[in-house]
C-alpha cells in the first residue's frame, strides 16, 4: 500500500455514500478524508462522488470547505482529502445566541451559496450537520447531492425537503433557500419547523402544513426576522427570494445591521478565480490537449514576480483536470534539494491516483531513496507508463530551484513519442536557468484595474466593490492578485474592511502598513517563523539563513519560505552566482 497516502485517525461521521475520517496529510498535515463505501463502486454512486469532488475542487469560497486530493486506494476505494474544519455543526453552534447573533451566522450561509448558485449548481443538502460553526465563521460543507437545477428523485434530508423536491418537480437554487429557512427556524426556536409521527408524516407537513413560532418565542425573535424566515419556508417557489444574494440582503435589513457586516482576516480567500488571465490559461488548456491527443508531450514556465499569481494561475487550472480523466501531481523546487527530490513528490502523489502503475510508481521511489545508480531511469520509466495510460500533468511550484535530475527527467520525457505528458512550472524568472532553456513561457503581466476589482470580489464574496477603493487597491498592489489579496488581509485585520448591501468598502488606505504584521498571526507555524527570522535579518537572506535563523529543518523552511512567497509577503531574487 502507498506510505504517502493520509493516515486515518479516527471517524467523523458514515453517511449513506461514505464515512468522512480526521486524517493527517504528508503535504497538508491535518485534514479531513472522504472515503467511498466500497460496496458504492457501481457506475451512478462512483460518478456522483468523482463529480462531488469536482463541484467543491472549482467552488472557492471563504464559507466553503476546500478540497485538495483525489485519491485511489490499491484495494480500488476512492476517496479524496479536503479541508478540516473544528467547530460546532449549526444547530449546537447557535445554541445560547441570541436571534441577531444567529442571522449573522446565516448571512454567511447565504454567502456560500449565492456563489455555489452562481456556478449553476444547487447543492442539494442545506442542513445543520452541513455547516460547521467555529469562531462565528461558517464553513458549507457535503456536496454529495449537487447537481444541475432541474427534475430529479427525493434527495436530502426529510427535515430540510423543500415541497417540489418532495413532489419530484423541477428544482432550483430556492429549494436550497427553503432548507436555509428551515436551518433558521430551527436555530431561533430550537425545533424543526414540520413534525410527523412518520416520515410520510413529515412530508405531508412540508406540503401542506404552516409553521408557526412559539408564543414563548415571540419576544426573542425580532418581527422581520420571522418575516424573512416565513418568506424562505413558503410552499411555492415564486413566493420565496429568488436568490441567496437578496435573502441575505433582507436578514440584514431585519436586524437593523444597515446591510453592513466586517470581515475578518480568515474569511478573505486565499486563492481566487483567475481574473484577467484567460489568455494564460487558454495556452494551458491547448498544451493539455496537443499532449493529451498524443501530438508531441508540451512543456511551459509560466514566469512572474512575486504575487503575480503563478501559483493561483496553475492551481485554478489543476482544479478543471479533477473532472477529467487526467492524471496530475505536484512538486515543489527547492535550493539544495538532492537529486530527483521533484521527481520523488511526482511519483508519490501520482501513486494515489494511477494505481495500475503503483508498482512502477513504488520502485522508483524505492531506488530514488536508495540513492540507487538506476533511479533516474526507474523515475523515468515509471512516469512514462504512466503517461502512456493516461494524459499526465506534472506541475511544479518554484521551477527555477529544481534540481538538476528532476529537471534532465522532465527534458527525458519530453522526447518520448509515446508519453501523453505536460509540464507546467511556475517561475519567478527562468532567465539563465539551465534546465529551462529553451522552454515556452507564459509571461504574467500586471493585471487591469477590472480584474483587480474581480480578485476582491471573489476572495471577499462582495457583489461589487466601491470604485474609490478598487482604484485605490489596484494602485496600492501593482495589478498581481497575491498582494491584492496580502492587502485585503491586512485591512481586515485592521478592523477596516465591510461589506454594505453587498458593496465592498474600506475605511483606510489600502496600503501595506502595520496592518500586514498582523496578517502574519493567520499564517502556519512555520511560515510564521520563517516571516519572523526575515524581519530579523533585515536584508535579503539565502533559504539556509532563514533555516539557521527561524530553527527550521531545511525542507520545513523551503516550504514556509513558498507559502510566504505565494501569499506576496516575501519574494525571491536571483540566486547568488
Known amino acids: 500500500m502507498p506510505t504517502n497516502l493520509p493516515r486515518l485517525i479516527r471517524k467523523l461521521g458514515e453517511g449513506g455514500m461514505g464515512e468522512v475520517w480526521l486524517a493527517e496529510d504528508d503535504a497538508r498535515g491535518t485534514v479531513a478524508v472522504k472515503q467511498l463505501h466500497p460496496g458504492l463502486l457501481d457506475g451512478d454512486s462512483l460518478s456522483r462522488f468523482r463529480s462531488e469532488f469536482a463541484s467543491l475542487a472549482?467552488?472557492?469560497?471563504?464559507?466553503?470547505?476546500?478540497?485538495?486530493?483525489?485519491f485511489v486506494y490499491p484495494s480500488g476505494r476512492h476517496g479524496y482529502t479536503m479541508e478540516f474544519v473544528p467547530g460546532l455543526d449549526f444547530t449546537a453552534a447557535t445554541g445560547g445566541l441570541d436571534a441577531i447573533e444567529i442571522v449573522r451566522l446565516a448571512e454567511q450561509v447565504c454567502e456560500a451559496l449565492e456563489h455555489v448558485h452562481s456556478h449553476d449548481l444547487i447543492h442539494g443538502d442545506v442542513k445543520p450537520g452541513n455547516l460547521q460553526v467555529r469562531n462565528g465563521a461558517v464553513k458549507l460543507m457535503d456536496f454529495g447531492l449537487a447537481e444541475r437545477p432541474g427534475p430529479r428523485g427525493v434527495r436530502g434530508s426529510l427535515d430540510y425537503l423543500a415541497?417540489?423536491?418532495?413532489?419530484?418537480?423541477?428544482?432550483?437554487?430556492?429549494?436550497?433557500?427553503?432548507?436555509?429557512?428551515?436551518?433558521?427556524f430551527e436555530a431561533l426556536t430550537r425545533h424543526t419547523?414540520?413534525?410527523?409521527?412518520?416520515?410520510?408524516?413529515?412530508?405531508?407537513?412540508?406540503?401542506?402544513?404552516h409553521p408557526e413560532f412559539p408564543a414563548r418565542s415571540l419576544e426573542l425573535i425580532p418581527e422581520p426576522v420571522r418575516r424573512v424566515v416565513l418568506r424562505l419556508l413558503c410552499k411555492d417557489p415564486s413566493a420565496r427570494f429568488f436568490t441567496a444574494a437578496e435573502t441575505a440582503e433582507a436578514l440584514r435589513a431585519a436586524i437593523g445591521a444597515g446591510g453592513k457586516r466586517e470581515l475578518r482576516p480568515e474569511g478573505i480567500g486565499g486563492s481566487g478565480a483567475v481574473a484577467g488571465r484567460e489568455r494564460e490559461v487558454g495556452a494551458l488548456e491547448q498544451a493539455l490537449r496537443e499532449a493529451g491527443a498524443g501530438a508531441s508531450p508540451q512543456a511551459i514556465i509560466v514566469e512572474g514576480p512575486a504575487g503575480s499569481g503563478k501559483g493561483a494561475l496553475l492551481r485554478a487550472f489543476a482544479a478543471q483536470l479533477h473532472s477529467r480523466r487526467v492524471a496530475h501531481a505536484w512538486a515543489t523546487g527547492a535550493q539544495g534539494a538532492p537529486p530527483l527530490a521533484a521527481a520523488r513528490e511526482w511519483l508519490a502523489e501520482l501513486s494515489r491516483h494511477v494505481t495500475p502503475e503503483w508498482p512502477r510508481l513504488r520502485a522508483a521511489i524505492v531506488a530514488i531513496d536508495a540513492g540507487a545508480p538506476g533511479a533516474p531511469r526507474a523515475a523515468a520509466f515509471a512516469l512514462e507508463s504512466a503517461a502512456r495510460r493516461v494524459p499526465l500533468v506534472l506541475f511544479m511550484n518554484a521551477a527555477e530551484w529544481a534540481d538538476e535530475a528532476s529537471a534532465a527527467l522532465v527534458a527525458t520525457l519530453r522526447l518520448?513519442?509515446?508519453?501523453?505528458?505536460?509540464?507546467?512550472?511556475?517561475?519567478?524568472?527562468?532567465?539563465?536557468?539551465?534546465?529551462?532553456?529553451?522552454?515556452?513561457?507564459?509571461?504574467?503581466?500586471?493585471?487591469?484595474?477590472?480584474a483587480t476589482a474581480e480578485i476582491a470580489r471573489d476572495a471577499t464574496g462582495a457583489l461589487r466593490v466601491e470604485p474609490a477603493f478598487s482604484s485605490a487597491l489596484h494602485a496600492a498592489t501593482g495589478g498581481y492578485p497575491g498582494a491584492a489579496r496580502a492587502c485585503l488581509r491586512a485591512l481586515a485585520a485592521e478592523g477596516a474592511l465591510s461589506i454594505r448591501d453587498g458593496v465592498l468598502h474600506s475605511s483606510a488606505p489600502p496600503t501595506g502598513g502595520p496592518g500586514l504584521e498582523r496578517v502574519l498571526a493567520f499564517l502556519g507555524t512555520d511560515a510564521r517563523i520563517a516571516a519572523e527570522a526575515l524581519a530579523v535579518l533585515a536584508r535579503p537572506a539565502t533559504q539556509e539563513e532563514v533555516a539557521i535563523v527561524a530553527g527550521l529543518a531545511p525542507d520545513r523552511a523551503a516550504n514556509a519560505l513558498f507559502d510566504l512567497e505565494r501569499r506576496g509577503i516575501a519574494s525571491r531574487t536571483d540566486a547568488p552566482s
Do not use: K
Not at 472549482?58 to 483525489?70: C, G, I, K, M, S
Not at 415541497?163 to 433558521?184: C, F, K, N, S, T
Not at 419547523?193 to 402544513?209: C, E, I, M, V, Y
Not at 529553451?438 to 503581466?445: D, K, T
Open 163 to 184: 415541497p417540489e423536491v418532495i413532489q419530484g418537480r423541477p428544482r432550483d437554487r430556492r429549494a436550497d433557500l427553503y432548507a436555509l429557512g428551515a436551518v433558521l
Open 58 to 70: 472549482r467552488l472557492r469560497h471563504p464559507n466553503l470547505v476546500e478540497a485538495y486530493d483525489y
Open 416 to 450: 518520448s513519442p509515446r508519453a501523453r505528458f505536460l509540464f507546467a512550472g511556475a517561475a519567478t524568472s527562468s532567465e539563465g536557468i539551465a534546465p529551462w532553456t529553451g522552454m515556452p513561457r507564459l509571461v504574467l503581466r500586471p493585471l487591469d484595474a477590472a
Open 193 to 209: 419547523p414540520f413534525h410527523g409521527a412518520s416520515r410520510f408524516a413529515l412530508l405531508r407537513a412540508h406540503l401542506r402544513s
